[in-house]
Structure formats: structure tokens, C-alpha cells
């Protein structure tokens, strides 16, 4: 019987160890979207599979793959704040566990989509400034056409006439503004 020279068998170990390795290991998931690129626009599809709270969800593709969405334009009351439960609330009869399409164009400082969801067509980020459930997010509002521009800041205004929602406080803090003030407590 013939031996192998010892540096051979040590190369047929290692592509046999390479084999297996790679072969016994699940091929990696194929990601449905690419990452947002400035000033283009683009779409994902999914069914909605948790609300965080007001202006962020997650949805899930057909790939499932999870995707965490913050809502454009608007900016809801945190959890914890007033209001906060019932704009989750809102934004949970709208669409949790339908299917719905997402326009983006930008993922933020946490790894969110932020983006435009329509239902059946339907702008529902503009839905929750019209019911009283969001704050048009002004700060951001460059992000945003002309026309959401316009017609997400006269929702709020009605809204707020109507005093619909949080607007039935009469004056209601901005969630930017909540948030500063808890950061400011944690701070002392």
C-alpha cells in the first residue's frame, strides 16, 4: 500500500472539512431590498406584524423578512406619554395583519425604513395626523413632497380645530419635546 505524502492528506482533510462545512450550513437569506439611496424612491410589500407604537411597525415579506418601518412625516406621542396608547391603538386598527405597500427612500440612525405605508392605496401615516393620533413632524418635513407637505400640515390643523385626538388637550406636548424632558430627568 502506497502512503500519501503528509502535506496532500493535510490538503484533502481541509477540502473535505470545506465540503461539509458548507455544505451542511442553510444558504443565506437573500434580503428582498436594497438599501435606501437619497432622492430614490422605493417599494416593499408585506403583511404588517407588530405595532411598536403610533409612527413605527414592522412588516414582515414574502421572504420573511422582518422589516422595522418608522412612519414619514408624522411623529406620534411615545408610549408612554399621553396619548400614546391610543394613537398604537389607532394605527393598530388600520393595519395590523394586512398586507400593505411601503414607499422609502431613507433608513434612519436605528436601521428603520422610513418611509410612506398605503393601504389599499391609502396614506395611513396621513390617517393618523387627520384623527388626532399624530403631530405633522414638521422638523422633517423637507423629506416630504410638496403636496404630503401641504396636506399633512392642514390634517393636523383640522384636527387640531376639531380637537380630535390628543388634540382634546389644549395644549398637547410634542413628542420631541417629551422626549427631551425625560432625558433631562434621567440626567439630574
Known amino acids: 500500500m502506497k502512503r500519501i505524502p503528509h502535506s496532500q ?7 473535505t472539512l470545506t465540503l461539509v ?12 431590498r436594497q438599501p435606501a439611496a437619497p432622492g430614490v424612491s422605493q417599494t416593499l410589500t408585506g403583511r404588517v406584524v407588530r405595532i411598536a407604537d403610533g409612527d413605527t411597525v414592522t412588516v414582515l415579506d414574502a421572504t420573511n423578512t422582518q422589516h422595522r418601518i418608522r412612519l414619514q412625516g408624522i411623529d406620534a406621542p411615545e408610549s408612554h406619554q399621553a396619548f400614546g396608547t391610543q394613537s398604537k391603538k389607532s394605527l393598530s386598527d388600520m393595519i395590523f395583519d394586512k398586507d400593505v405597500t411601503v414607499i422609502y ?7 428603520r425604513l422610513v418611509g410612506k405605508i398605503l393601504l389599499s392605496g391609502k396614506d395611513v401615516n396621513l390617517e393618523q395626523v387627520k384623527a388626532g393620533m399624530a403631530w405633522h413632524y414638521k422638523e422633517y418635513e423637507r423629506e416630504q413632497s410638496l403636496e404630503d407637505r401641504e396636506l399633512y400640515a392642514r390634517a393636523e390643523d383640522e384636527a387640531r380645530n376639531a380637537r380630535r385626538g390628543l388634540w382634546v388637550d389644549a395644549n398637547p406636548t410634542e413628542p420631541g419635546e417629551f422626549r427631551r424632558n425625560e432625558k433631562r430627568e434621567r440626567e439630574r
Open 21 to 32: 462545512t458548507s455544505c451542511s450550513r442553510p444558504a443565506p437569506r437573500q434580503i428582498s
Open 9 to 15: 492528506l493535510s490538503f484533502l482533510i481541509l477540502v
Open 105 to 111: 427612500d431613507k433608513t434612519d440612525q436605528y436601521g
